[in-house]
């Protein structure tokens, strides 16, 4: 898109937002929610475990928690907290495999004077106690590990078994021995790379006010943003030739199991078909998944499924804890489930409540900013479907038999990885092997 003219003056993209972007190129989406009684400012940016090397792997997670450790003028991290939860908000952030973002939904009066806090943490790091911040990041670090250091959390093990060597392998927190060598010189570095405009979107939803004195505010918040460039992705390669196994032994009441496969990019012709698939299989106790694992056959106490896209690939993956005498058993129930979409496709009363759920979901968005804020934020960053309206009608053109086939290219044996964590006796974990060997065989 390109940048807008000196005036700022705003043409709306659609009723619900509008476009704008800054003289430095930064995105913006204002979304006006005149019902609620929050404003909502988040800022996305392409930062994460994807864009790092094994020498930099967790500094864009380091670098989420240093930018709470104060600015130019709030020389501190109490200072600055201070500052966001005297205007009636808290900064949020997280880091992803494939993005990060900063958030704090405020009362409307406080909005311009929270914006301008978000840019200066955005933009002037002091990078202060970069010490006591690399203690902190190194206990969260050890959630993951026993006590041989070694990692036994099943999502960050199935996603080294599928992508190997590749960054959408690696796990977002790092190693404690990269985070060691991490210094203020190596922040600043990865900050300058992927705080930029041409690296971000800046999404405001909710009671906004007038959205021309808003932008006024906004350039004058994030105008000092370097415009910088896009930072590029590598995609991953595809030699998988048959289904991977891994089991980790552990000291715990249950065996972790995650059962995951390749899926395909946001980009693809049949994401939303995938996406519908993981909705028959996953949206509610009644959905496939919950009725047949736990409701009918009682094998645990829960079961999920979930499907997370990147811009060249993606993740379709259940995860269940059960108990370690039933991990084969439930694998080969999981199994079961998988080959009969495959092989028949859902019911079309399976899609209708699935449509029905994803279009109450989009009309609850009105009252929630953010989520609307969240949503028309991300997707700008990647560049999808621009409104949960537009999302919607993507879903509900998907016929049984797009989820049919949407089954047939995701359930086979050369995307699939199976990990398990937990006790398994050497037979119990020669039967399961065999099970995932043998997955569509």
């Not at 047939?408 to 199976?418: D, K, Y």
Request: proline share 5%; with cysteine; aromatic share 6%.
């Amino acid at each position: 898109m390109s940048a807008a003219p000196p005036s700022m003056s705003i043409e709306p993209a659609t009723l619900q937002h509008v476009d704008v972007t800054l003289p430095n190129g930064l995105p913006v989406v204002l979304v006006p929610q005149p019902g609620v009684h929050r404003a909502v400012a988040t800022l996305y940016l392409r930062a994460g475990s994807r864009f790092e090397t094994e020498h930099t792997n967790g500094l864009s997670h380091f670098l989420e928690h240093m930018v709470f450790r104060g600015t130019t003028t709030l020389p501190t991290a109490h200072a600055q907290a201070l500052a966001f939860e005297r205007l009636g908000g808290t900064l949020y952030a997280a880091t992803h495999v494939d993005h990060g973002v900063m958030s704090v939904s405020v009362p409307p009066v406080s909005l311009g004077a929270v914006l301008d806090l978000l840019g200066e943490v955005t933009t002037s790091p002091r990078f202060t106690s970069i010490e006591v911040e690399r203690g902190i990041v190194r206990e969260e670090i050890l959630e993951d590990l026993d006590e041989d250091g070694r990692d036994i959390d099943a999502d960050n093990n199935v996603r080294a078994l599928m992508y190997e060597q590749h960054p959408l392998g690696y796990t977002i927190t790092g190693k404690s021995e990269a985070i060691d060598r991490f210094d203020e010189a190596m922040l600043r570095t990865h900050h300058a790379r992927h705080y930029t405009a041409a690296n971000a979107v800046l999404c405001v939803a909710g009671r906004i006010g007038d959205p021309e004195a808003l932008m006024k505010r906004i350039e004058q918040s994030f105008g000092a943003m370097p415009r910088g460039t896009a930072v590029p992705a590598a995609p991953p390669p595809f030699s998988q030739k048959k289904a991977r196994f891994k089991f980790l032994e552990n000291q715990s009441s249950q065996t972790d199991l995650r059962v995951a496969f390749r899926g395909v990019s946001e980009r693809d012709a049949i994401e939303p078909a995938v996406e519908m698939l993981l909705r028959v299989l996953d949206d509610g106790m009644s959905t496939r998944l919950y009725e047949r694992i736990c409701d009918r056959l009682g094998l645990c106490y829960d079961v999920s499924g979930m499907f997370e896209a990147y811009e060249d690939d993606g993740v379709v993956d259940i995860a269940a804890g059960v108990q370690h005498d039933r991990a084969t058993l439930v694998v080969k129930e999981i199994f079961a489930l998988l080959h009969e979409l495959s092989d028949q496709g859902p019911r079309e009363e399976e899609l209708e409540k699935a449509r029905d759920r994803h279009l109450w979901s989009v009309e609850a968005m009105r009252d929630d900013a953010e989520s609307t804020a969240g949503f028309y934020g991300l997707t700008r960053l990647a560049g999808v479907a621009r409104t949960p309206e537009a999302r919607h009608a993507q879903l509900a053109a998907v016929t049984v038999g797009d989820v049919q086939a949407a089954a047939r290219a995701i359930f086979r044996p050369e995307r699939l990885s199976v990990v398990a964590v937990g006790l398994l006796r050497s037979s119990e974990e020669a039967r399961l092997e065999k099970v995932v060997r043998n997955f569509g065989g």
